[in-house]
């Protein structure tokens, strides 16, 4: 079963600056405090949240990287960027979470780097995804039989200190852990980019392609709809986006 849903989503800004709709609306998502969105990547810049609620459903979101205009909402100096992506269940839910896939609406615009069922020391599923501006299908789901609520963040790979940008300082830092295995006290879980339980090179690596990558944190948000409107998806998303004026 496959259900097409649009969740509001919470979005935390480097600046703390709240987010207004294009049509003058109130403020959409609420900012996150400081002590939420720690399972699955410190430094996520936007997080969905859902409910798996019957075993074999899947959960679709949808997601929009404009870059063509200064008041996109995302920067990309080289035309591309790569996000991870990082599923967990919420505070008390037995959801085992499974496979996250990330596809393009319209053209082969993603391509995935690497695809975990658990991420070092958790049950936390990961995808990290190179992906080109466009209109894409985030799909999410259980494994194992489970079912229950979970948590969906997004992180800029290569984004340690939460700056919605990707500089030298992040990669000086990447590279000062050089070989710095999960459970040391040093570990780092943002600079171990790929979750391979160790921060090493190709971290660096990953980072590095995202050298100068911005983001402003505009991004698509829909009500929830029905099985029925997933035709629409297209259309529907550009709809309504959120903007955040720093």
Do not use: W
Not at 58 to 64: A, L, R
């Amino acid at each position: 079963m496959r259900r097409l849903i649009f969740t509001p989503i919470t979005i935390r800004s480097p600046r703390n600056q709240p987010t207004r709709s294009r049509a003058g609306g109130p403020a959409g998502p609420e900012l996150l405090e400081p002590r939420i969105a720690l399972a699955c990547s410190p430094n996520a810049f936007t997080k969905f949240t859902g409910e798996i609620a019957a075993v074999g459903e899947i959960d679709t979101f949808p997601f929009v990287i404009a870059a063509k205009r200064a008041d996109d909402n995302f920067s990309l100096p080289g035309g591309r960027l790569i996000i991870g992506l990082c599923l967990s269940p919420a505070l008390g839910s037995p959801l085992d979470p499974g496979q996250i896939t990330v596809e393009s609406v319209a053209a082969d615009l993603v391509s995935t780097q690497r695809q975990l069922s658990n991420s070092p020391g958790t049950t936390d599923s990961f995808t990290l995804v190179k992906v080109k501006q466009g209109e894409f299908r985030i799909s999410v789901s259980g494994e194992a039989g489970t079912v229950g609520t979970y948590e969906l963040d997004l992180f800029l790979a290569g984004d340690l200190n939460n700056s919605g940008h990707i500089g030298f300082a992040d990669l000086d830092r990447i590279r000062s852990l050089h070989r710095t295995p999960f459970g040391d006290p040093k570990y780092e879980l943002d600079a171990d980019v790929d979750r391979n339980g160790r921060i090493d090179r190709r971290d660096h690596h990953f980072a590095f392609q995202n050298l100068g990558v911005h983001t402003r944190l505009e991004v698509a948000v829909l009500a929830q709809v029905s099985q029925r409107a997933k035709g629409a998806f297209k259309s529907l998303i550009l709809d309504e986006v959120l903007e955040s004026k720093f």
